[in-house]
């Protein structure tokens, strides 16, 4: 068997048209993006999500700030964009300098800004089954996996990885949705025990290639969110080997699958949070 590709550019691109028909209906949707410090990839990061949101026709506000910004600045710039009218949508872009206590400017964002879905009030939504912003990665598989028609009613589901942005949020999307999850780590005795019984494995790890082919399932779909920079070819690869597309029915390459994802997914955040915002425009929402 050789799997189906599941295109997250060709979806990507998809969403993002979308998006761009939701901009032009609402008028105006403004997303702000803060960058603290010189990290060549979330420079990189925010480039992307500028230009992206740039396209789909929103007031991009691109704020780089020096990596000397003490907590209280980046805290007072925060609560600026929460009282903009204008700022439908906020993201900070994560890691920040260590003299920088994470957490508490993740609280500092307004949850109905927070495109990136990781407030607690918005992460604590999710668990209770009433999201309102939820995580671009794992909302970007939910897409892909609704679009190729992939069964979560009673399916088993093994989501590899329990971060706050990847592997948490997954899985509760996908209890949600009546799947039976398992979600493993580095603790995880016997990994491939878990990763041959599932239906729909999501591997959000970290490690290039960790998942094997002799560790999925016959006809199992198979979600790769690894980004891992090969520092010989600097090629980017999964955690999963691409050997494993004989044993999936439907499978993501890397790259090209899950990335493009969810930079368009954090736009249609931006896009609910701002109907969210606008009570008028609530009752025949799109995104
Ligand atoms: P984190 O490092 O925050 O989490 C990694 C998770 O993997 C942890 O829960 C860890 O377990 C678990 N883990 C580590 N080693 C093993 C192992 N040997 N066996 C089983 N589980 C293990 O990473 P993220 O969730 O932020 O990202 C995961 C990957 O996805 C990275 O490659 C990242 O670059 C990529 N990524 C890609 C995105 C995209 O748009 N394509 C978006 C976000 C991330 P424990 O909790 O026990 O430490």
């Known amino acids: 068997m050789t799997a189906t590709i599941i295109d997250g550019k060709a979806l990507g691109t998809k969403v993002r048209e979308e998006v761009a028909a939701s901009v032009a209906e609402l008028g105006h949707v403004g997303l702000a993006t803060v960058l603290v410090g010189d990290d060549p990839a979330s420079h990189i990061y925010i480039d992307l999500k500028q230009k992206a949101a740039q396209q789909a026709g929103m007031e991009a506000r691109d704020l780089k700030l020096p990596s000397h910004t003490s907590e209280e600045a980046l805290l007072a710039t925060i609560a600026e964009l929460n009282a903009d009218d204008a700022v439908d949508g906020l993201l900070v872009q994560l890691p920040l300098p ?25 992460a604590g939504r999710l668990y209770l089954g009433r999201p309102s912003l939820v995580p671009g990665t794992p909302l970007g598989i939910m897409r892909m996996l609704d679009e190729y028609e992939i069964p979560l009613e ?3 589901a093994v989501v590899v990885g329990r971060s706050a942005i990847v592997g948490k949020p997954m899985a509760h999307l996908l209890l949600q949705r009546n799947a039976t999850v398992t979600i493993c780590h580095s603790r995880t005795q016997d990994l491939e025990r878990h990763t041959l019984d599932a239906d729909v494995l999501v591997a959000a790890v970290g490690r290039t290639h960790l998942i094997s082919a002799d560790m999925v399932k016959a006809g199992a779909t198979v979600i790769d969110v690894g980004m891992n920079r090969d520092e010989d070819s600097r090629k980017v690869l999964g955690d999963v080997d691409p050997s494993a597309m004989d044993e999936a029915a439907y499978m993501t390459p890397v790259p090209g699958g899950v990335g493009p994802m969810t930079i368009a997914m954090v736009l249609q955040n931006a896009v609910t949070a701002a109907r969210l915002r606008r009570p008028e425009a609530v009752a025949s929402p799109k995104n």
């Open 98 to 122: 260590d003299h920088i206590d994470e957490n508490r400017v993740i609280e500092a964002i307004a949850p109905a800004k927070d495109v990136d879905g990781i407030h607690p009030i918005n």
């Open 154 to 156: 009673g399916a088993r």
